[in-house]
């Protein structure tokens, strides 16, 4: 059993910046403690099977981490936190009042701080930042780009190399919608195509979209938020 094409792309994205990766008829989980990521902490669902569920919620209590759940088609039970439009992205024009830059590691506080800040959880922008410096060491395949009018950051992406040409970019925000058509712009002329996912009412789209939904099966718990 595999996972649907779009939860299979969002696992091998984040894979490489997760702490563990767990396998379970299926389920493919991704768990990485003090960073308040949703797809780096969440189980992705191949089917609607509920038999798995239980067992699921039940790790993840295990964990002490919230039943996060991500899935594409019907959803799974419980509250919904977050839905993204996942698929290719096409260059929408972006104003030239925008600047992207390619920025190097020692830039990643600044870059965690934003993107952070994008989500409206600035005070998880420090242990974002630690976690990723760990991670990121030795990534060939990973560009960090930030999104400025003037002097002011207002976006920040994390793009991958794909196996395949392109690239993808799962992880990123603005502080202002008018930079998201910049900053995807630029990640997609990095190698010609781009992979992206969308907040789902973002104004952009993306081609050939699936609908991934992350849900909490426990309604009363409270999910990572970035």
Excluded: C, K
């Excluded at 964990?63 to 290719?88: D, F």
């Excluded at 994008?118 to 999104?147: F, I, K, N, S």
């Amino acid at each position: 059993m595999s996972l649907p094409p779009a939860l299979a792309e969002l696992a091998a994205y984040f894979e490489p910046l997760s702490t563990l990766r767990r396998d379970f008829r299926g389920a493919v989980t991704l768990h990485t403690p003090g960073v308040n990521v949703l797809a780096l902490n969440a189980t992705y669902l191949p089917d609607g099977d509920p038999d798995r569920l239980p067992l699921i919620r039940a790790w993840h209590h295990a964990q002490a981490m919230p039943a996060l759940v991500a899935s594409v088609g019907e959803r799974a039970p419980g509250e919904e936190v977050a839905a993204l439009r996942v698929g290719e992205y096409h260059p929408a024009g972006a104003p030239d009042i925008i600047r992207v830059e390619q920025v190097g590691r020692l830039h990643l506080p600044v870059w965690a701080a934003t993107l952070a800040q994008a989500y409206g959880t600035p005070e998880w922008a420090g242990p974002l930042a630690r976690h990723l410096a760990a991670r990121l060491e030795g990534e060939r395949d990973v560009t960090l780009l930030l999104a400025y009018a003037g002097s002011e950051e207002l976006g920040a992406l994390l793009w991958r190399a794909g196996q395949g040409g392109g690239g993808a970019a799962h992880l990123w925000g603005t502080l202002d919608p008018a930079v998201d058509a910049p900053l995807l712009d630029t990640a997609h002329a990095l190698a010609g195509g781009l992979r992206a996912s969308l907040p789902d009412g973002a104004p952009l789209s993306v081609h050939g979209e699936a609908v991934v939904t992350f849900s909490l099966l426990d309604g009363a718990a409270q999910a990572p938020g970035l």
